[in-house]
């Protein structure tokens, strides 16, 4: 049979393509030797990353482009061999002028197999990377985003592996972009450098040297400034392009890393061009607007913000956050009737929705401004007199908002309306269950409340009795229990009573997390329950606590109070500088929070005594 050059280029690739799926088709190469004439390659052996190893991929990649079939074979051959060491050359010699070198590369790209999960990784990372061979473009960015919730390491090693490794030079950018939205100062900058130097360090493609770029001292910092202004110019040349190696994304989130090197260097006066060039790339798309504006509300840029309310005012007009944003904008411009007027008419928007007015009232609690979010509240309590699932968990989250900043008067005096409806209608006892509230709980709270009330006041008897109101409608009330446990002057009967309330609430929990598998909450509860109270004197305790606390981030990887909870639980075993760790994780998921952000500081004033 006569074989043509691309007949043996059509069968060579079908055979390196089986024979990388699967190693155990070695034995294929033997028939690429009788129809192509290309020898069988070598046992495959690890590439050493040294530069005689470099010069080694360089010449194999000219050589794709030999005149001669055979050895561009054999180079293909001998690279495929080398596996994921050499996709950061393959990703550069995309953009080769010779077709044949671009051609052999982006085929070697699709067929080289990549180990996304490795042994080291804990289950939550196993679980997000599984699958992301098989995944498209927008579902591997979504795996970007997820592992960006946190910033262990763990996080920082497996987005490191997209970094150098993903096939889409869009990605590998964006995960480098997100990893340069890290914090890396404090305590732990030394560790994460280290980190990343020793995962991108030998790195050629450019998300890799963005990094690099961003993590390594430079003794001039206008020298940084200059040369990220050159990967601006670069990124925006692709996008002029309509190049596959960028998009308006990743060239606004290069412009917005510009503005923060500027404003870290001094050159705030030269922003503005680069805001204006962020808002002329904004596209006419609903949720990308809305992601823009919460990046430039990360990044304290309220001109921006002000900027993109009058390119897209038709949106911004019928959009309550957006206008809230907008609002915000204004204030922090010292626009202050402008800023009133935006509110205003937010709170007109969709007059008889309370699930509309609850959902902005938490979105604005989330930023902070509680004052704007205690409004949205109490439209949606006022609109249908706590009648609806939506009225009353506005109810439920304005007193948690309130108890959080220590306005626990004000906290008691919102649910009290709440409770005395539940105590005499059982329908409305009944409908608690919509949002996951038991009527006990909610009573239990009330009472929780009073109590810190009266320790504000100093009343620590007032405190006692509505403690003790409060564990008698709900035992489990973990945040009850642990005031009672640390009730100054009780009788020794009373703290041997406190105690055995205690550990019937952790079985009651162990309980519950044998029966829930797959739910974070009582492991969570349990976790706070025991490093609040008996963890501090029991070191085993306090370690079953610290493992449950980990399992309930498995299930919720982003949730400021499981931090939180975690935090606790390393303090009450001792473990001040992984109190800090975890509590600052904390602090970054929910900056506004100031229960949060008293045990940091609690954690900090521990660590210098």
Request: proline share 4%; aromatic share 8%.
């Amino acid at each position: 049979m006569f074989w043509n050059n691309h007949q043996r280029l059509h069968l060579r690739q079908q055979i390196l393509t089986v024979r990388m799926r699967n190693p155990l088709f070695k034995g294929t190469f033997l028939i690429a030797t009788l129809f192509c004439g290309i020898p069988a390659p070598a046992d495959e052996a690890p590439v050493e990353r040294s530069a005689e190893g470099h010069d080694r991929i360089e010449k194999l990649i000219k050589q794709l482009g030999h005149p001669r079939y055979v050895l561009r074979e054999q180079a293909q051959a001998e690279l495929a061999q080398m596996g994921a060491p050499i996709l950061d050359a393959l990703s550069v010699a995309l953009s080769s002028d010779d077709i044949e070198i671009a051609m052999r590369a982006r085929y070697l790209l699709t067929a080289i197999n990549i180990d996304w999960v490795y042994e080291s990784d804990p289950p939550h990372i196993r679980k997000a990377m599984e699958k992301y061979a098989k995944e498209n473009e927008s579902q591997r960015k979504n795996v970007i985003l997820k592992l960006a919730r946190r910033t262990d390491n763990p996080e920082l090693s497996a987005l490191c592996r997209i970094v150098r490794y993903d096939r889409s030079t869009r990605l590998s950018k964006f995960a480098a972009l997100v990893i340069l939205d890290t914090p890396l100062q404090g305590d732990r900058w030394k560790d994460r450098r280290e980190l990343l130097n020793k995962q991108l360090k030998d790195s050629r493609r450019p998300a890799a040297q963005w990094v690099q770029h961003h993590i390594n001292d430079h003794p001039n910092r206008q020298i940084q400034v200059d040369e990220w202004v050159k990967v601006t110019e670069n990124e925006n040349q692709l996008w002029r392009e309509t190049s596959d190696k960028t998009n308006r994304e990743i060239v606004q989130k290069v412009l917005l890393h510009l503005i923060e090197l500027l404003k870290n260097g001094d050159r705030e006066d030269e922003t503005a061009d680069y805001e204006d060039q962020i808002v002329k790339l904004q596209s006419n798309s609903d949720q990308s607007i809305r992601e823009l504006v919460e990046l430039l509300l990360q990044r304290d840029l309220p001109r921006v913000i002000e900027k993109l309310g009058d390119k897209f005012s038709d949106l911004f007009s019928s959009d309550p956050s957006l206008l809230y944003a907008l609002a915000y904008a204004k204030q922090s411009l010292a626009k202050e009737a402008a800023a009133t007027d935006l509110v205003a008419k937010a709170r007109k928007i969709n007059p008889s929705m309370p699930a509309n007015h609850f959902v902005v009232g938490y979105h604005l609690q989330r930023h902070g401004w509680y004052e704007w979010a205690e409004a949205e509240y109490q439209i949606a309590i006022d609109i249908d007199g706590m009648k609806t699932p939506a009225s009353q968990q506005a109810i439920n989250l304005l007193s948690e908002m309130l108890h959080d900043q220590k306005q626990d008067e004000r906290a008691a005096e919102v649910l009290e309306p709440l409770v005395a409806l539940l105590k005499r209608d059982p329908e409305q006892r009944a409908a608690t269950g919509q949002i996951n509230r038991n009527p006990n709980s909610i009573y239990s709270r009330l009472h929780f409340f009073r109590a810190c009330q009266h320790e504000l006041e100093g009343n620590i008897e007032g405190q006692k009795k509505e403690l003790l109101l409060a564990v008698g409608e709900d035992p489990k009330d973990a945040d009850a229990l642990i005031a009672l446990f640390r009730l100054p002057d009780q009788t020794s009967e009373e703290q041997q009573a406190t105690k055995a309330r205690i550990v019937d609430a952790m079985n009651a929990f162990r309980a519950r997390i044998k029966k829930q598998r797959n739910s974070a909450t009582p492991l969570n509860q349990f976790a706070w329950l025991v490093g609040n109270t008996l963890g501090e004197s029991d070191p085993v305790l306090a370690e079953e606590a610290i493992r449950c606390s980990h399992k309930s981030l498995e299930f919720n990887p982003d949730a400021a109070g499981y931090f939180d909870t975690l935090g606790r639980c390393y303090y009450a075993k001792g473990d001040i500088e992984n109190a800090l760790k975890y509590q600052a994780e904390a602090v970054r998921l929910d900056p506004h929070s100031g229960l949060i952000r008293r045990q940091f500081e609690f954690f900090k004033r521990s660590r210098k005594e």
